[in-house]
């Protein structure tokens, strides 16, 4: 599953995706924390500093065990940081998984901005790492980011419960 292309730093028409670093909490904290964007990611609550700090030092394990994992994304043109979006390995019901996850600001929203990077991210999940399958899932209710796993060409499989609440899982073969 791991062939570990170098990675670490991507270009789309409009954005950059490079290895998150722990200096990015403090920036990455205020946009996961948004009230628009928490509930989608963080439904028990905003997350605090040492949470997003948390998600940073599992990032870097990540990286250093598959040498891909998510990106920090920024706007190429103005260097705003956008949001998080990238591959990341999980459990889809007692089975490892690849996921491709996205957190994009809400600001931005609706700009096609994660199915952009969402796109580089399966490009190099199936040509780069060598992956057969990706997997990606979100709460029932979560209309836009259905949207995006659709544009992408991933197909709906399942219901499935994740952290204790009902989600949809999608999933996107390399055959497809």
């Excluded at 292309?5 to 200096?23: C, K, M, N, Q, S």
């Excluded at 998510?70 to 019901?93: C, F, M, S």
């Excluded at 580089?120 to 997997?135: C, P, Q, S, T």
């Excluded at 949207?147 to 949809?168: C, I, N, Q, S, W």
Aim: charged share 30%; net charge negative.
């Amino acid at each position: 599953m791991d062939r570990g292309a170098d990675v670490e730093h991507v270009r789309t028409a409009r954005l950059i995706g490079r290895r998150p670093a722990f200096r990015d909490a403090d920036e990455l904290h205020p946009l996961m924390a948004d009230e628009r964007v928490a509930p989608w990611l963080w439904p028990e609550g905003p997350p605090t500093p040492a949470q997003v700090r948390s998600l940073l030092v599992r990032d870097a394990d990540h990286w250093k065990r598959h040498r891909w994992g998510p990106w920090i994304v920024r706007d190429a043109a103005t260097q705003q940081l956008v949001g998080r979006v990238g591959l990341e390995t999980t459990t889809v019901e007692d089975e490892v998984a690849v996921e491709l996850a996205w957190m994009v600001r809400a600001d931005r929203w609706g700009e096609g901005l994660a199915t952009e990077m969402a796109a580089e991210a399966v490009r190099i999940g199936f040509d780069d790492v060598g992956l057969e399958a990706i997997v990606s899932f979100t709460l029932p209710h979560n209309v836009a980011s259905r949207a995006v796993m659709e544009k992408l060409g991933f197909t709906y499989a399942r219901d499935f419960e994740h952290a204790g609440l009902p989600h949809v899982l999608y999933v996107l073969t390399r055959a497809r």
